[in-house]
């Protein structure tokens, strides 16, 4: 019985060059950043991805080798964010933020039994959640911070109106913030029409059905929506308070 699996061989790893290559080279050429940006993401995917293979058969084993890996995730994802962001010194700030988002979701389809407490279902539903959270954060916070800098004059405004400092900072930033929701949204209404996403496509390639592959993309969306929905608000407001900025603490202007 044939199966859908891509097959490993010197032709995938071919093709997989090709496509790295060719989006570098729209990349440079296009001037739309670095080229060879594309090719350093391209290969810590690779490698990050063979290390994981290496070590997952393993870590599925054990309950404490999987949250373990699941906090590492968490921890690797808020590094990120804060590095995109520019705001490394905030980290435990951006932190709190993704935290805000993804706790609550897994703590609910978990502790509801939807899904099952068995390594092999927590890390990918973990991943995909942590992963589109950190996203959401890392957008949210690089446009509020870029409006406040751009807005400035509106910022001052408000102040003059009356407002204070945070309000006057959420009336600017909060709006543009809100974008960050953009994808996930598309995402959610047009799937099924116009994108099958991972979790259904790889749930079939495990050899389910498509009602349970169905079902499974339906959970991973409405989660993701609701994880990114609270990661944006809380880091909004975490940048209208100063809590998350670009400048020192003493100098953080957004308060």
Do not use: N
Not at 103 to 122: E, F, K, M, R
Not at 153 to 174: D, H, K, M, S
Not at 194 to 218: E, F, I, R, S
């Amino acid at each position: 019985m044939t199966t859908g699996a891509i097959a490993f061989g010197p032709v995938l790893a071919a093709v997989l060059v090709i496509l790295a290559i060719f989006g570098a080279a729209v990349v440079h050429f296009g001037q739309l950043g670095e080229g060879r940006s594309v090719l350093f993401a391209a290969a810590r995917a690779v490698v990050q991805l063979a290390a994981v293979s290496l070590v997952i058969v393993g870590i599925l084993r054990s309950g404490w080798l999987t949250g373990g890996f699941v906090l590492l995730m968490f921890a690797i994802a808020a590094f990120t964010s804060a590095r995109r962001i520019g705001v490394l010194k905030d980290l435990a700030w951006v932190a709190l933020a993704i935290a805000s988002g993804v706790v609550p979701v897994l703590a609910l389809v978990l502790g509801s039994g939807v899904v099952p407490w068995q390594p092999i279902a927590i890390v990918p539903i973990a991943g995909i959640v942590i992963g589109g959270t950190m996203s959401a954060t890392s957008q949210a916070s690089r446009r509020a911070l870029d409006e406040l800098v751009s807005r400035h004059g509106e910022y001052e405004a408000a102040l003059a109106l009356g407002f204070t400092r945070r309000p006057a900072a959420l009336e600017i930033c909060r709006p543009s913030a809100g974008h960050a929701l953009i994808p996930a949204l598309d995402q959610t209404r047009t799937v099924g029409l116009v994108t099958l996403p991972g979790a259904y496509v790889g749930v079939l390639l495990g050899g389910a059905g498509p009602l349970q592959a169905g079902v499974t993309q339906v959970l991973v969306l409405i989660g993701l929506l609701a994880a990114e929905a609270v990661a944006v608000l809380v880091a909004v407001h975490l940048v209208a308070a100063g809590r998350i900025s670009r400048k020192e603490p003493a100098d953080a202007t957004y308060r």
